[in-house]
């Protein structure tokens, strides 16, 4: 029996149905080469902050005009997501990929040659957002593809990479900076991230069609039908799940971005835990736990559901981060509950595409995801400027956690409560 399969370059070829348990086996390939294409790609943004002193002596500028190119690159790899998403469905997730990893790493070359704070925004952050943004959008929406059984766990596995990925760099690159200097070391892992982005990229391929809907088809929480971007923006259906990951976004980002302002505040950045000082110890964990929650909670999502899951990591962090609060003094407590405080958050890059591509179906999976990640740049603008201004304005951070403890609890109840009955009647309705 023939099958018609869809090759990156988007022409059609037949395939045999013997193929698709070989296609189903290589998945694991795909799946490994996507996760070191976004372990490249995350030193961008994971290691900035090693980079931030330099940069300063080096351009002579303050922090906050710095911080400028950090906005930059988030913000374009998350805004530019939709349009991104569009064009690896047109040219295959090989070409963009290869061209996304590409300009990441080129960004650090490039940085290394900058002489001024502008060629600083353009290359490290306009070149560099516009790089990650289509490697991060592209794995994970090939990734939901390839497995159509388990889309929670992938999408965590890819996710994971982009947060954990920097931890293999973090040290290299602190040494490298002291021993090299800082232009020295930007064009040297500037390379390296080319090199081995762009032979991982080579080998990604799209499924072929009988391996995109093989096992989803049989789960009545998925959806038959295939949505096109424009089809989906004009369901209701969507646009909760928008204000859900705008919501939960917003939280997290309150805290990553505000943490060792506040560390400092509460009095427990410098006071020594288990023989290290509490902030970078807490920021380590943090990053360890952010990245094991992907690919955990996505598989829990794949066995229990994905609003069961979302309503119980989200009250997760919402309790954490209550309780992160009241004992705020406690540089022990500190550090241990902010690693369930990010625990509960970083789930949320595994639950909503698997969710999203579950309704809406795996074709456009991609591009789709693309428009559901501006909710990730909207909420680094209310989590991060509008935060500290609530805070400058209230001279206290009760109201930001407030804001923060307020959206995780709602959003659990919007999962199981809202989206969860109205999404089974919406795929329902399709079978």
Request: charged share 10%; proline share 4%.
């Given at each position: ?14 395939t ?14 795909q ?5 070191i ?7 961008p ?12 002596a080096?351009?002579?500028?303050a922090?906050?005009?710095l ?7 988030v913000?374009?790899?998350?805004f ?13 997730p ?34 560099g ?5 289509i ?6 929406g ?8 388990r ?36 064009w040297?892992?500037?390379v ?7 032979v ?25 039908r ?8 004009k ?5 909760l ?8 976004s917003t ?28 902030l970078p110890?807490?920021l380590?964990?943090?990053?360890f ?24 990591a ?11 609060l ?6 022990m ?12 958050w ?18 456009y999976a ?8 501006l ?38 109840a919007?999962?199981m ?5 109205r ?9």
């Amino acid at each position: 029996m023939d099958m018609l399969t869809q090759t990156p370059d988007g022409m059609v070829a037949h395939t045999t149905a013997h193929a698709v348990p070989a296609a189903m086996r290589s998945r694991w390939l795909q799946l490994g080469l996507g996760l070191i294409c976004m372990m490249t790609i995350s030193s961008p943004q994971y290691v900035w902050t090693l980079m931030t002193k330099p940069l300063m002596a080096q351009f002579g500028i303050a922090l906050p005009e710095l911080q400028v190119t950090f906005s930059l690159l988030v913000l374009l790899q998350a805004f530019f997501s939709p349009f991104q998403g569009a064009l690896i469905n047109r040219f295959g997730p090989r070409v963009l990929i290869s061209i996304g990893t590409v300009l990441s790493g080129l960004s650090w070359v490039l940085a290394s040659y900058a002489h001024s704070t502008t060629m600083l925004y353009l290359t490290y952050g306009c070149i560099g957002g516009l790089g990650t943004g289509i490697v991060y959008v592209g794995v994970v929406g090939l990734m939901v593809r390839w497995f159509p059984d388990r889309r929670g766990f992938a999408a965590g596995v890819a996710a994971a990479g982009y947060g954990m990925g920097a931890i293999l760099t973090t040290f290299p690159i602190s040494a490298s900076l002291v021993s090299r200097g800082l232009d020295s070391t930007l064009w040297l892992y500037g390379v390296v991230f080319i090199v081995v982005g762009f032979v991982a990229s080579q080998g990604l391929r799209l499924p072929p069609a009988a391996v995109d809907g093989a096992t989803a088809s049989a789960k009545a929480s998925t959806s038959k039908r295939e949505y096109r971007p424009a089809e989906m923006l004009k369901q209701p259906l969507f646009w909760l799940m928008f204000l859900m990951m705008t919501m939960m976004s917003t939280s997290g980002l309150m805290i990553t971005s505000q943490m060792a302002t506040f560390a400092t505040d509460f009095g427990v950045s410098k006071v020594m835990v288990f023989g290290l000082a509490a902030l970078p110890l807490a920021l380590t964990i943090d990053r360890f736990t952010n990245g094991l929650t992907r690919p955990l909670f996505g598989w829990v999502s794949d066995r229990l559901g994905r609003e069961n899951t979302m309503g119980f990591a989200f009250a997760l962090e919402g309790v954490a981060m209550t309780l992160w609060l009241l004992t705020r003094h406690d540089a022990m407590l500190f550090v241990l509950l902010s690693g369930v405080v990010f625990f509960g958050w970083g789930e949320i890059f595994s639950l909503f595409p698997s969710t999203l591509t579950d309704t809406f179906g795996a074709r456009y999976a991609t591009a789709n995801y693309g428009w559901l990640y501006l909710s990730f740049g909207i909420g680094s603008v209310f989590g991060g400027p509008l935060a500290a201004l609530l805070h400058q304005h209230t001279q206290s951070w009760l109201p930001v956690f407030a804001c923060a403890i307020g959206l995780d609890i709602a959003t659990a109840a919007l999962a199981m409560f809202v989206l969860k009955p109205r999404r089974a009647r919406f795929v329902s309705a399709l079978r």
